[in-house]
């Protein structure tokens, strides 16, 4: 069964505080993993894709790491702007499935 | 500037049939991949529907398979959804995205999407 899985699916933090995401595939997806930004009333944002390249123009806090079934995407400093909904997703092959999301808030 | 402008949505009963329309401008449509999106109320973003540049592969979410079409007119620059027996569940904005390449599939840039809404 093809699945993406986040944990958590909520989170509070610190302005400044470093925030890991945790995305898991299933079947392996070798690197074709993207990350989005979404935050209410706007259109989503590519912020990494190929697990671990970041999107042009997007703040160099924002980092992804993983291959195979295990993905993270880090927050260095979380700040302000941060605060919205961020989604994992495959792009190995068919369905192109998106993970639950995980919502960033500041604490 | 690269833009999408998502129309065609509404109000619709169950059963019934609605077609999305997305508009492409600053960039050439045939070689690039695009695909819909959706976001129900309250609910997170899922993947509906997707299509390669040519029009040639098409792909489909389990929860649409043979209810909905996606096509494309790569001479009007334009994504199409054609969407029947709507049902309460497909309530939701939907996004059309372009894909990277005529058949990479993540997305970048999208639109801000139109509203659908499945109601007797």
């Known amino acids: 069964d093809i699945q993406m899985t986040q944990s958590p699916s909520s989170l509070s933090a610190s302005v400044g505080d470093r925030v890991t995401i945790t995305c898991r595939a299933s079947p392996d997806i070798g690197t074709y993993v993207a990350w989005y930004q979404h935050k209410p009333g706007t259109l989503p944002k590519l912020l990494i894709y190929a697990a671990s390249t970041l999107q042009s123009g997007v703040p160099s806090r924002f980092s992804g790491s993983g291959s195979g079934t295990d993905f993270t995407l880090t927050i260095s400093s979380l700040q302000p702007e941060d605060v919205a909904t961020y989604y994992c997703q495959r792009y190995s092959s068919a369905p192109f499935t998106f993970g639950p999301g995980t919502k960033v808030d500041i604490k | 500037e690269v833009q999408l402008l998502e129309s065609g949505g509404g109000l619709v009963q169950p059963g019934g049939s609605l077609r999305l329309s997305c508009a492409a401008s600053g960039f050439t449509l045939s070689t690039y991949a695009m695909s819909w999106v959706r976001q129900a109320p309250g609910k997170g973003l899922e993947w509906v529907s997707a299509?390669?540049?040519?029009?040639?592969?098409?792909y489909y979410a389990d929860s649409v398979r043979g209810r909905f079409t996606v096509s494309r007119d790569n001479s009007k620059d334009t994504l199409y959804l054609q969407m029947n027996s709507l049902r309460a569940e497909d309530t939701a904005l939907y996004f059309c995205?372009?894909?990277?390449?005529?058949?990479?599939?993540?997305?970048?840039?999208w639109g801000l999407g139109t509203l659908v809404t499945v109601s007797s």
């Open positions: 995205a372009r894909g990277q390449g005529r058949t990479t599939y993540f997305f970048d840039p």
């Open positions: 299509i390669s540049g040519s029009g040639a592969a098409t």
